[in-house]
């Protein structure tokens, strides 16, 4: 599967297993990672493709600011990662 920003991942392995988190940006076969809480978009957690679960959950227009360079806050993640939980939970 083709990871792109703005994607909706969990964790698998780690200190952070089974969280929630929004690919931020994409380098080789390391994903950068940022939740808006622990980890936020200054310092995102770089983690391997395999150590990922993806979702099919493309928070687009999350994703459209982080790849024009335009100002995001962790705030902006937060909410997206959130709207994300709640369809989840209402499915």
Known sequence: ???????VVYSKSGHDKGDVQMIVAVEGEY?????GRRRKLEK?????KMH????????????????????????DIKKALKKYQNEVRDV
């Open 1 to 7: 599967m083709e990871y792109q920003i703005g994607q």
């Open 31 to 35: 994903l950068f990672l940022a939740d």
């Open 44 to 48: 995102p957690k770089r983690k391997k």
């Open 52 to 75: 990922v679960q993806p979702t099919f959950y493309v928070e687009k227009e999350v994703a459209a600011k982080l790849q024009e360079g335009a100002y995001v806050l962790d705030a």
